[in-house]
Every structure is written in C-alpha cells, then in structure tokens.
C-alpha cells in the first residue's frame, strides 16, 4: 500500500460508504498505520446521519397526534428536530423504541385503538425488513399499522456523490452489509460510468486493510475495477429474495438526502397496492423542503469534503451529548465516531 | 388461639416505626445478620477499633434488574462499599445498611436479598452493624434501593494515591473486563447470548489486603465500576498529569463480552466492572503484584494492560490497537448505561 500510494505522488482520497466501516477504522486506529498521502472520507453511510431534516420534523409532528404510536429504531429518538428531538417527547407515552420492524407491527397488534407509525429508516440492509411486515400486515389485515418510508439506496447517492463538481473522491471501499443484500455486481455501474475502483470488505480490521491495499493497488495502475474482497458473505448478485421483497413492496422514487440534495430515484416509496400503510398517503403528508440546522455541516461531512474537526460546532456546542447534528447522534455517525475515537484529545 | 398475622408483601406500615416494623426488624433482618453490636438494637452502632487511622464510603444501589446472573442487588451493596474501602488502602470491618422498599414488594424477594447481603458480608469478613428499614408508597421507588456505608481500618504504612504514580509504572488489572455492565444491560435487553454472560460482582478484599501487606511499589488502586477501565485511566491520567499507554492485545476480555458489546455498539473499555481493580505498579514490584494475584480465585487472570508515560502535549490514555494502530481511550460520557449498580 505505502508503495502504490508512493508511486501516485500525490493525496489518495478514499470513501468508506458504510458506518460500520467508519466505526471500525476508528476502533482500530487505521488511520495511523496508513500512508501520509492516504485520506479516508467517511460517506453517507449512516443511515440516520443521510436521513433528511425534512422527514424527521414529519416524525416529530407526527408524534405530536394523540391517536399515534411511533415505533422507531434507538438511533433515530436523539436526532434534533427545529426545535426538539424524539427523545424529548419519548416522555410521551407515544414513542415506542422497537429493535426490528417485527416488534413495530407486534405493537400495532398489541394497541388496537393507536396508529402505529413505523419510521423506516435504513439502505438495502433494512428495508427487506420493513418490507415483510407490510406483506404480513396487508395478509393480516393490521389496518392500524403504517411505515413512514425513509429508505435509501445506496448506488444512486455514489452516483450523485461523484457527479458533484466539488467531488475529490479516487475509489469506494465499499459496504460490506449492503453488499449482502444488493451483490458487489450493483457497483460495477460505478466503475463503468466513473472509472473509479469499487472494493468491497469485510469489516474487521485487516478485511479493511486488504480492501485498501487492494484500491491502492488498482490507482497505482491506473486499472479502477470492481472486487470483493469479502466472498465468505458478498456474491455477486446478492441476497435475490430480499430484492424481490423489496422490489414487490417499493418502488424507486427521486427522494432528499441530507448534504446531497435530492437525488434521482433514490429513495423507497411503497408501491401504490400498498397505499393504505402509507404514513405520507394516511395522514395526507407533503413533507416540508430540508433546511438543516444553523452552523451544522453535517451535509459537507457526508460527501466527505470535510472532516468532523473542521465543523465550527464540532466537540464545541455539537457533542454526543448534546448533538447539534445527526452525524453526532448515530453510534455510525463520523462526527460521533471522530469524537469518540479521534486522533486530538477533546476537552471536556 | 393467636391469630398468627403473616405478611407476604411489605406494606407501607411496615416503615412506620410500629408493630410491622419491630416485626420485619426481628423476624426478616435481624436473623439474617447475627452479631453483638446489632442485635443490642442501640440508637447508634459502638465499636472499638484498634486503628487509630479508618476510611470511610458510602454507596447507593439500584441496580435494575434487581437479579442477574453471577449476582443480585444485596450481594452488590456488600462488594460495592467493601471494594471502595478496599482500594483505599483498608481493611473493611463494618457496613450499615439502609433499605428503601417499595409498597408492595414481595418478602420472599427481601428475604431472598437479605440473605445474599448477610452472605456476601460474611464472605467478606464485615458485620452490619446498623440500619435502617424506610417504605413508600408504591410508584415512589423501583421496587428496592439500597444503601450501605462502610468503615474499613487503613493498613499501617500504606499511603496511595495519584501522587504516587511515576512514569514507568505498569497498570494491571485483575480479570477480564466489563462483564457486570454488559451482563446487566444483555439481561434488560433480553438478548439471547445472556446465558453466558455473568457479572463479575465480587468483593476484593482480601486479595487488596494480601497486595498491600506483601508489596512495596504499590502507588494506587482503583474499582472501575461506572465509566469502566476507560473512565479509571483516564482519572489517573487527569489527576497526574501523565499519559497512559495500553495494548488491546493485553486487554483481558472474554469473547461473549466483546460479542454482546459488538452488537449493541459498546466499546468494552467504558463498561463497568464489579470485581475488578486496576493497581498502578512500579516496575520492580509488577512481578510480586502477578504471583500473589495468581494464586488468588480473583485474580488468576491477571493482566498488564499498559504503563504510565511521559506526556507529550496533553495528558491522554493511548491505546495501541491489534493491527499496531493508535487510538485515544476518551474519557466516557457515562449516560450509554443508567443503573447498573
């Protein structure tokens, strides 16, 4: 790796688009073995973190309403709102923290006289989930269960990360999980339109390393190339019934992520047979445009033109304790991670 | 024929200072904790001590859920107060014991914890000596709180403290790490792999003692209980103004630990441990330290994590990681875990 990134002569930028990823690169202090020229990006690939800020204030109007119960995952209840957080509402009886969509339709079952509304957040990884409780709650009839679709996939935001012009982004260690679902063959469209090598690992500290050596190697050679490098788990066409359960229940629609905009056919809406456990088509929702909160860079963060330090807020008034961002909320988040594991000492 | 009252549950009466309270005293405490000072049932506890020099802790637990693998509730405010007092530099000798039951609360459970308290003391070597029964009403307390306070008498010649510690000075540390937290959250969560986690709960006592009395080079200990080994060095390094340097290779910790901590998204460093003690060492002793930790039940896996450096911009706890990386040991934010003792 130190030869390949020697012979560039100049600064490797590589972007890890999985928070799990992120997480491990900090836990293991990668980036101090690495070579100088040699710069990780932490991507989009905290699901909380690119969840837009419009559909978040949907979620906290939504469990304003008596008649609701809001199953969200743990991640999503500290993420700040305009003025206010789940968490500052979970006082409220109405916000249920579930571990899996099954337990967010069990409590559907559970409260018949409440409207569930389950906030689905999550790539590939997630959404087959979500996707077969609305097969079951449609089979069962739980006409009082509803998901508030947020899913993201991952290639379009690739595309839109390096169709932007402030792009400095040479290759993608690709996610491992999502790579499970969708196959290492998603990418190659990566490859093909952009020339740039896509490498998929796996998350321990050295299937990390071998995926950076092995992008090192394809730049230095100037051959950008699909591989996985993480075939115990990753096929090339991945998991084909969780496609085909998303596939039945979502359609692609041009959907807003945070920090990259609205990109085409990006996010996951349910297909019109399963309108009636639509939140967005029950409650008659049209989600207000984005607009991030005062200071916070999340969104540059996200397309990985600045690291976390470079936010004015960051470890300032934005901290795992009380976080501005929701970079700093997610145990995934790089703002969270940086924090907890960065290279300075923080001062608190 | 006596009516022979019998009260399954404990009652609000049964802190009012009346007949059910003289009854619980007599028939479900006192029992549990036979000796002299006690059982005159004085105002206060009188005792004659010898050391003229004592500590002094006390500690509240409310620890949820209030049974877990490896432990319980009383078992906790007995090695809690007792490792405080042992880290000191002390022999523990006496505990009181302050109990705050909710209305409602089931005797046979009070029973069950009483006798686990009135176990672990004797394990330990301490009486409790004094105490205190309080109820409320149901809704005002989870059940039951505890509170014990402990006086232990200081080792003759024994002075630690940061003040002690130099550059050089290995850190050990007595077993595997952060099995109580995660064995207590693994438990709430009700996740599967729980069955082969247990809580390391237990009282260091004895082993402190036999280190204290055999070792010269000693400089400091510490229980990292709340905040864990991660919140205990970066105390240390804080107080002293030196860095710390750890290997994750020498961390002692067991695989279903760092399994469950993997999947919640835990960093094991900052989970809180009950049987442990880091001891801060000088290199000369660090050997002695290991012999007598070895032969003990409580601290055959013994470990050196690490050693006391110079700092070189501001005090840290570095850790070097198994690929020969480094990352910097934060000090925690301690809200991940709310009661766990």
């Given amino acids: ?348 | 024929m006596t009516k022979k009252t019998k009260n399954d549950k404990i009652l609000l009466a049964h802190g009012g200072g009346g007949q059910l309270t003289d009854d619980l005293i007599r028939r479900h405490i006192l029992p549990s904790f036979d000796n002299e000072i006690l059982t005159e049932m004085g105002d206060s506890a009188r005792l004659d001590l010898t050391s003229g020099s004592l500590c002094l802790t006390t500690d509240s637990y409310v620890v949820k859920p209030l049974f877990f693998r490896g432990g319980d509730i009383g078992k906790l405010a007995v090695c809690g107060t007792v490792n405080d007092l042992a880290v000191a530099g002390s022999r523990p000798v006496a505990l009181t014991l302050s109990l705050i039951i909710e209305d409602g609360f089931k005797m046979e459970l009070l029973d069950r914890i009483l006798s686990s308290i009135a176990k672990t003391a004797r394990q330990s070597h301490v009486d409790i000596v004094a105490g205190d029964t309080k109820t409320v009403e149901a809704g005002a307390a989870d059940k039951i709180f505890i509170n014990t306070a402990g006086i232990g008498a200081r080792l003759p010649g024994v002075d630690l403290g940061f003040r002690q510690i130099a550059v050089g000075d290995r850190i050990i540390v007595n077993g595997s790490i952060g099995d109580h937290g995660m064995t207590i959250i693994s438990q709430r969560e009700d996740i599967a792999f729980q069955t082969q986690l247990e809580s390391d709960c237990a009282a260091l006592a004895a082993l402190t003692c036999q280190l204290l009395e055999n070792v010269d080079g000693i400089r400091f200990m510490r229980d990292p209980t709340r905040g864990g080994v991660a919140a205990t060095l970066n105390e240390i390094s804080m107080s002293t103004g030196l860095s710390i340097k750890i290997r994750e290779n020498d961390l002692p910790i067991k695989p279903a630990v760092q399994a469950a901590a993997d999947m919640l998204g835990f960093d094991v460093l900052t989970i809180a441990n009950e049987g442990k003690f880091i001891v801060v060492v000088s290199p000369e002793s660090v050997g002695e330290c290991l012999k007598i930790c070895r032969n003990d039940p409580l601290g055959q896996e013994v470990q050196i994590i690490g050693e006391v450096v110079e700092t070189r911009d501001v005090p840290l706890v570095e850790m070097e990681t198994r690929i020969g990386g480094r990352r910097i040991v934060q000090m925690p934010y301690g809200r991940e875990l709310p009661r766990i003792c």
């Avoid at chain 1, 957040?121 to 087959?128: I, K, L, S, Y």
């Avoid at chain 1, 679709?149 to 290759?171: Q, T």
């Avoid at chain 1, 019109?272 to 607009?291: G, L, N, T, W």
Wanted: hydrophobic share 40%; charged share 25%.
């Fill in chain 1, 1 to 348: 790796m130190a030869a390949a990134c020697e012979s560039l002569g100049r600064q490797v930028n590589i972007m890890e688009v999985c928070g799990t990823h992120t997480v491990s690169i900090f836990r293991n202090g990668i980036r101090s073995v690495l070579p100088p020229n040699l710069k990780l990006l932490s991507g989009p690939g905290c699901p909380v973190c690119v969840t837009d800020q419009g559909y978040i204030d949907t979620v906290l109007q939504l469990a304003d309403r008596e008649d609701c119960l809001i199953a969200t995952y743990g991640d999503m209840i500290r993420v700040p709102g305009n003025d206010r957080s789940l968490e500052t509402k979970q006082a409220k009886p109405n916000v249920k923290v579930v571990l899996s969509s099954e337990d967010a339709l069990q409590l559907a079952r559970d409260h018949p006289d409440k409207t569930v509304i389950f906030v689905a957040v999550g790539f590939e990884t997630t959404a087959p989930a979500t996707a077969v409780v609305v097969k079951e709650a449609a089979a069962e009839s739980v006409d009082n269960f509803c998901i508030l679709s947020g899913h993201k996939l991952v290639v379009p935001a690739m595309r839109a990360l390096l169709s932007s012009k402030n792009n400095n982004i040479d290759a993608f260690l690709c996610p491992g999980h999502v790579s499970v679902i969708i196959g290492y063959g998603a990418f190659s469209e990566i490859t093909r339109d952009f020339r740039r090598p896509c490498v998929v690992a796996g998350f321990e500290a050295v299937q990390i390393i071998e995926g950076l050596c092995e992008i090192c190697r394809q730049l230095s050679t100037g051959e950008p190339a699909l591989k996985s490098m993480y075939p115990a788990v990753v096929t090339e066409k991945g998991n084909i019934a969780a496609q085909k359960m998303i596939d039945e229940c979502f359609e692609p629609v041009d959907g807003d992520w945070r920090g990259l905009g609205t990109i085409e056919k990006s996010t996951l809406k349910l297909r019109e047979e399963y309108d009636r456990f639509d939140a967005f088509k029950r409650f008659h929702i049209r989600q207000s445009p984005s607009k991030e909160r005062h200071g916070c860079r999340c969104g540059d963060v996200l397309c990985g033109l600045i690291d976390p330090p470079e936010c004015k807020l960051f470890g300032q008034i934005c901290t795992p304790r009380e976080p501005v961002g929701p970079c700093m909320v997610s145990s995934e988040g790089a703002c969270a991670a940086w924090f907890k594991y960065g290279q300075e000492k923080i001062r608190t």
